[in-house]
């Protein structure tokens, strides 16, 4: 049954985790209210989002496999980066099965995403173009020829409206395998033709170090990770990793992990219970031992102090 | 198992036992006046940290085990301690290995840090994290790091003690120690790395050298009055070059050291001796003093009491001696839990 669904967030957690076939850890880099739009158009095979987000922040993405991913940006800039490389309006990213990256966005950002089952993907692909879509081992970045991707945009931008405007539209079958037919002609068009990026960043992002790490922050969501224990597990020096870091997150490994400690820590304070925790507690527990400045920075990046976190009730 | 202590002490004695842990073998109050000190020792998993404040002026010797690394940070703004003979200067880091003996000494009221550590975990961690090899210091080194690292190391020590003195309980948690633990490995080991390295000139490592064959001798018989030439002729030194570093080393001369060595024994036996089976003459004769009267003088400038007012303190009954025996402990929590029994046992 084909549906639709728009949804505004001022949670990047809630936000992180309505986003479908992926599973994904945000964290918000800038002060201020964060909100972000997510649009979810299912057809009948054809799943669609459309997201945007109002403030600069990265995420750590694993794709779930079973299904054929594609991702682009829905208007030019640098407004998405994708393991360190830039993508821009005029390209699409195809991902590869059970793929984990990270994703960067240094601005506010707007972008969608398109999936059908590996299965279906292949059909259509054999049927449409004669062209083999199986998901590449390693995730590609390709620029289509430049009307195949604008239409892809326009129908793309369309099914977003009418899901605002008129999702009767949309959950109506026949309407709804209409328009599925069209996106997935414009999508096969884009993939088929234009030239793939053999992008270097992309390529680099193949050491073992980078995958290494990734797989660190994957293995241990809900952990603290600290630089001595990294360098010797991953079997990279600090300045490796610093090197690597730079460029796909744009800041030091020190840097992201104090981020991303700071957000488990944030998290923990939401969900604890204010006559079970104290902020200390959670503070040292996250690795923060200068209450003083751990308050201070907390609210810098969250815009309230830990506790008025932990007194706020748990929506 | 993680966990902390933080103890007060009015006793010299009681400090001296309590500071075994941080490798202190002897004190030796040198100054006049109320002992008064205050010790806060964390256990991480495999770190521990140590954070002190003393009131009166002191010598002790420390050993390092062969198998860890002592690492002295200086603590605020007051005067650091002297080790070796090199003073802990403002924004340095000392580092101590492969199974040192140096004196430490302070001359005032003071402050201090300290870290020990496995060699072969920072070994360890070093080339991980940086690519080189750490040779493990055989002398005392000093090291210069950038401010901005250094200030980092001391504030995390600082915080970390300021933290398990005002919420004993925060250790308990497994999670909290290794965040500590691996945050001062990784500012530890920037430090070391990125830091000047300087090393004491040969000569202060001789004076060191002396100074600690020097105590040695006195331990093999605490009670004599050794002559100087006796001990000259022992350690092979001339006069001259033992009373340097006994200055620069012990902050005093070799005689006045031996003296006041034995003084101190003097005092500790008349603390726990009996006034009805013992008499002051006794023990100060057993201890190399003769002359009584320049005896009880010299004795009431050290101690502030007579010889006779500490033994009769000290034979005032069995009880108030047990507890005098004892560091008086304000805050005492060592949380040891055992995860298999699920069970959390916190020993006072």
Request: hydrophobic fraction near 45%; glycine fraction near 8%.
């Amino acid at each position: 049954m084909p549906s639709s669904a728009v949804q505004i967030f001022s949670d990047p957690d809630d936000y992180a985790s309505s986003i479908r076939a992926t599973t994904i850890e945000m964290m918000v880099m800038e002060r201020g209210r964060f909100t972000a739009k997510l649009t979810r158009i299912d057809l009948h095979r054809l799943w669609m989002q459309r997201l945007s987000e109002n403030l600069p922040r990265i995420a750590h993405a694993a794709i779930r496999p079973g299904r054929a991913i594609i991702t682009f940006c829905t208007y030019s800039g640098p407004s998405l980066l994708w393991s360190g490389a830039e993508l821009q309006a005029s390209s699409i990213v195809r991902h590869c099965e059970g793929e984990n990256a990270f994703q960067r966005a240094p601005a506010p950002a707007s972008w969608c995403g398109m999936s059908l089952p590996v299965e279906d993907m292949v059909s259509v692909g054999a049927a449409i173009a004669g062209l083999d879509l199986t998901p590449p081992i390693d995730p590609l970045i390709l620029t289509p020829v430049p009307s195949a991707m604008a239409k892809l945009q326009r129908l793309h931008g369309a099914a977003g409206q009418l899901a605002e405007d008129a999702p009767e539209i949309i959950s109506h079958p026949e309407a709804a395998r209409g328009l599925e037919q069209a996106l997935i002609e414009a999508l096969v068009s884009c993939l088929g033709e234009g030239e793939a990026r053999e992008d270097r960043s992309v390529q680099r992002r193949h050491s073992l170090i980078l995958r290494r790490f990734r797989r660190a922050v994957e293995e241990h969501p809900d952990q603290t990770l600290y630089i001595p224990e990294l360098c010797t597990s991953i079997g990279a020096t600090g300045r490796t990793l610093r090197a690597c870091c730079q460029e796909q997150l744009g800041m030091s490994p020190k840097r992201y992990l104090l981020l991303r400690r700071m957000h488990l820590a944030r998290r923990a304070l939401r969900e604890s219970s204010l006559t079970a925790t104290t902020v200390t507690d959670v503070a040292t527990q996250y690795g923060f031992w200068e209450f003083g400045r751990f308050a201070g920075e907390y609210k810098s990046l969250f815009g309230e102090s830990p506790s008025a976190t932990l007194r706020r009730p748990w929506e | 198992m993680p966990g902390s202590v933080v103890s007060v002490f009015s006793e010299a004695e009681d400090f001296e036992v309590a500071l075994r842990a941080e490798g202190a073998l002897r004190l030796l109050v040198t100054g006049p006046g109320r002992f008064k000190a205050r010790l806060t020792q964390v256990a991480l998993h495999r770190l521990r940290l140590a954070a002190a404040e003393e009131q009166l002026p002191r010598i002790a010797l420390v050993a390092v085990p062969t198998d860890m690394i002592l690492v002295s940070l200086p603590r605020g703004r007051g005067p650091a301690p002297i080790w070796g003979g090199v003073r802990n200067g403002a924004g340095e880091i000392m580092t101590f290995g492969a199974g040192q003996r140096v004196h430490m000494r302070t001359d005032a009221p003071c402050r201090w840090n300290s870290v020990w550590l496995p060699a072969t975990e920072l070994v360890q961690y070093y080339s991980a994290m940086t690519g080189a090899i750490f040779a493990v210091p055989t002398a005392a080194r000093w090291w210069q790091p950038g401010p901005a690292i250094g200030r980092h190391l001391r504030h995390l020590c600082s915080a970390a003690i300021s933290a398990v003195e005002s919420r004993s309980k925060v250790l308990i948690d497994a999670e909290a120690a290794r965040g500590l633990e691996q945050q001062l490995i990784d500012a530890l080991v920037e430090c070391l790395s990125t830091g000047l390295a300087i090393e004491a000139p040969p000569a202060t490592r001789e004076h060191q050298h002396i100074a600690v064959s020097f105590e040695a001798l006195l331990q093999a018989q605490p009670e004599r009055a050794l002559r100087m030439a006796e001990v000259c002729a022992a350690l092979g030194v001339s006069p001259r070059i033992l009373r340097i570093s006994c200055k620069e080393q012990l902050g005093m001369g070799p005689i006045e050291y031996a003296r006041r060595q034995r003084m101190q024994l003097v005092h500790r036996a008349l603390r726990s001796g009996n006034a009805d089976i013992t008499s002051v003459s006794a023990i100060a004769r057993r201890s190399g003093f003769r002359g009584l009267g320049r005896f009880a003088a010299n004795y009431c400038a050290l101690f502030g009491e007579l010889p006779s007012a500490t033994l009769r303190r000290g034979s005032a009954g069995g009880v108030p001696k047990l507890a005098l025996g004892r560091p008086r402990i304000r805050l005492l929590m060592a949380a040891l839990t055992w995860i298999n029994a699920g069970v959390m046992i916190a020993t006072v």
